[in-house]
């Protein structure tokens, strides 16, 4: 079979290898659809401390089950399935405690174990364990049902940050993250959702997809500015920065209303982690500052129902789809932003 392999940076081969077969616990599945994302474009260019290369790529997974291990009762050949990316152990204090996307032995598809860029995966037994393969509801497709994964996480951030009814929520960065949570917030009841990204072609992109309440392009116009004039001076209830950008963060602190909640939803560059903080600010608004790290698998099936039922469509924010012999045109496209997602089927 083919897999798309990554060995070190700048080095991903698309090559030939051998079919896997499920062992004890384990379930074969035929990969449809593996969606790329942003991630992917990170670990090409410079590799990801977490990751056991030489390794196959890929985490936003759908298929269908070909074969089944010994042991495992509940699934069969045939069934549509979704796969977890961030698979918790379910054993150490913070996934007793409830918090498994902070379990400090979580272990990832397409990290330690070989991922959805390839024609055939094994879903490991950790992954069975933790009840982390999902049942694809009929009539929604492969492609739909791999961008579960990163809705998972855009719902583990707006649960974080507590959007709800009535809010007024800004959404910086228009790629396929942001997207997703201007329609999750809509479905969550806010008020309003306001799009800001530096780049005005990508702005007007995504909006013509989501239609936001208002965008604001960065590269024209001040962004904190033009959050308060768009709210009458009050700033917003939540800011999501769905954006690897401090100075980013540093302006969603000053976008905020009092009481407001900041979600650094976005990682910043290893060489850059660090922001300024008006401490005063946060002290005398009461503002929030929050993180977000991945999603759990409840996370997922709920993100799953989600896109099924309509309430957070993704069909057409699937902008292109390419064989797995295209993995490669598939990360320069997104490098150059030129997609909002796109899905490799095998």
């Not at 798309?4 to 030939?16: C, M, Q």
């Not at 961008?147 to 998972?152: C, D, G």
Request: hydrophobic content about 45%; aromatic content about 2%.
């Amino acid at each position: 079979m083919k897999v798309a392999r990554f060995y070190a940076p700048g080095d991903i081969r698309l090559e030939d290898a051998p079919e896997p077969g499920a062992s004890s616990g384990e379930v074969k599945l035929r990969v449809r659809a593996c969606s790329t994302c942003g991630t992917d474009v990170k670990i090409r260019a410079s590799g990801h401390p977490r990751m056991s290369a030489p390794q196959v790529m890929g985490h936003e997974i759908a298929g269908e089950i070909v074969d089944v291990g010994p042991g495992v009762d509940d699934w069969s050949v045939g069934d549509r399935v979704q796969v977890i990316a961030a698979i918790p152990d379910g054993e150490c204090v913070e996934c007793r405690s409830g918090h498994p996307t902070v379990c400090r032995d979580q272990l990832s598809m397409g990290y330690q174990f070989p991922g959805g860029f390839a024609e055939y995966l094994i879903v490991p037994s950790a992954v069975l364990a933790v009840d982390g393969l999902t049942r694809i509801p009929d009539g929604l497709s492969f492609a739909e049902a791999s961008l579960a994964e990163p809705l998972a996480c855009v719902l583990n951030g707006q649960e974080i940050a507590r959007v709800g009814a009535g809010d007024t929520v800004v959404v910086v960065g228009s790629g396929p993250i942001g997207c997703l949570h201007v329609r999750l917030a809509r479905a969550r009841g806010a008020a309003r959702v306001i799009l800001v990204d530096l780049n005005a072609a990508r702005l007007a992109r995504a909006a013509a997809l989501v239609h936001p309440d208002a965008v604001i392009a960065a590269e024209h116009d001040d962004p904190v500015d033009a959050v308060l004039a768009a709210t009458g001076g009050r700033g917003a209830d939540v800011v999501i920065t769905a954006a690897a950008s401090g100075a980013a963060q540093e302006q969603g602190l000053r976008m905020l209303a009092p009481r407001g909640r900041l979600s650094l939803f976005g990682g910043l560059p290893k060489d850059r982690p660090t922001i300024d903080v008006d401490a005063n600010l946060v002290h005398y608004r009461e503002l929030s500052i929050v993180g977000v790290n991945g999603s759990s698998p409840e996370h997922n099936k709920r993100a799953l129902d989600l896109i099924a039922s309509g309430l957070v469509p993704v069909a057409d924010l699937i902008t292109h789809r390419l064989p797995l012999d295209r993995v490669l045109d598939a990360l320069d496209i997104v490098e150059r932003g030129e997609a909002i997602k796109v899905t490799i089927e095998p």
